[in-house]
């Protein structure tokens, strides 16, 4: 059977892309039969992969040929279209956001031959809904009587229904306990409680502020106060009864208000709360089927009591600058960015950082144990992470790491990493916790069994580079 094979070359390589910036390249046909195309259509799109069901949408597209295709020939045809302004390349753990160019040349009694080239984007504002904007549909008239009409029927349905009632009844039973336990008691014990937050809207780098205020009527003894900073990703897989949600947590924070001690009676006690955010593109994301949720719950420790807590959103966006925003996404270091790229962020971590020493280490002298603690210590600096693997590139290690699974793929902007055949793990260095990539070559399918039942794996590895998304190194078996 004859085929048709599509191509795309883009003008500007593997640019990083502005949200909302032109992209631009050719699509070359190269059929290898008589064709009579009705439509080559060419667009620009976001889509999600993952865990949880695809969320899609198209940006811009145009028909660029409709025609007779020969055999053996070559056709080119450029295009300048639109890219999307939200939401913006991302690489997590549960959720992928890619933005592709798409061509499909639409053929009669024939599969339409697609092709696919992603690009990056990134963008220095959000919506504030965290939703993509899209075009409102109409009911239209009939529609939006047919849905009245079946609204009130259910409703009288249930109102009628004894069962109804019964159920309400349990229903707010269990409500008014649930409230009673968790708000009315720990009150009863703290007296007014109040949590504030100050910067409900922040960037990567950008320090989160927040003030709790307690004024007990008795003297009180605590546990503690804790505020855990928290985001994850939310989602959702199947419709109906088989809906499943999936939820992973790519970064949190324990932040300690205060250790155990007492708060005396009739005196407002003022707790000011202070955490950063990573240096990480995780922004907050409210798509159909894939959310990215970034919270802040504050717990107070009752003895023998139950705890007081509250839990406040918080609004994740990109930074202004447009180098700022670019320089966070994996890769960016390829791409042309002026030295003041983080000019005007906040602090860059909560963690201080440890100098590299001056003179580079030999490598005969170098041990993966060392190599790891340095890293880690500089998890926030990425610019000194990128200095310690290029230093220890070509060394030859003893690796001993913790797998966790398998990985079907390897989300990383290194070459070196997956120039050969060969299977992937997601690893962890024990003390510390540092997120690995292994790539072991020359397995069989019992010797990945082996490795993912015994959940470690010893040998001699180099490493090859650091996937900044994902903070991890990225390691390389020699065997």
Known sequence: MAKCDLSIEMADGDRIVRGGERVRGTVVVRPDGDFNCKGLQ???????????NIDSGEVDSVTAFEGEWRAGETYRYEFDLASGTWPPTYHGSFLTVEHVVRATAKLPWKFDPTVAHPFRVYVTSAPESGAPEVKAKSNGPIATFLITLFLIVFGLVFLLNPFFWCFGAVVAVFSGGWWFFRK????????????RLDTPRLSPGETVRAELVVKPKKNITLNGITMHLHAKEVCVSGSGTNRTTHAETVHEERISVMA?????????HRFPIEATLPMRPIYSIDLSDNDIEWTAKLRIDIPRWPDWVEEQKIKVVPPTQPAAAAALLPGARDAELGNDAFAGLGEQGSNPSTPL?????????????????????????????DQVVEAVQGLVMNVSVDIERRSLYADSDEPSFADREGTNFLATYPDPPQPIMLHIRGLSLSQVADIERQKRWSGPAQIVGYDRDERRLLVKSEE
């Open 184 to 195: 009315v008691l720990p009150k009863r014990r703290l007296g007014p409680v109040e949590f």
């Open 260 to 268: 155990a001690g007492e708060l005396q009676a009739d005196k407002e």
């Open 42 to 52: 060419i667009s620009t799109r976001w889509e999600t992969h993952g865990r949880g």
């Open 357 to 385: 020493p001056q003179d580079s280490p030999e490598p005969a002298g170098v041990s993966f144990e060392e190599t790891v603690n340095l890293v880690w210590a500089n998890r926030e600096q990425f610019e000194m992470i």
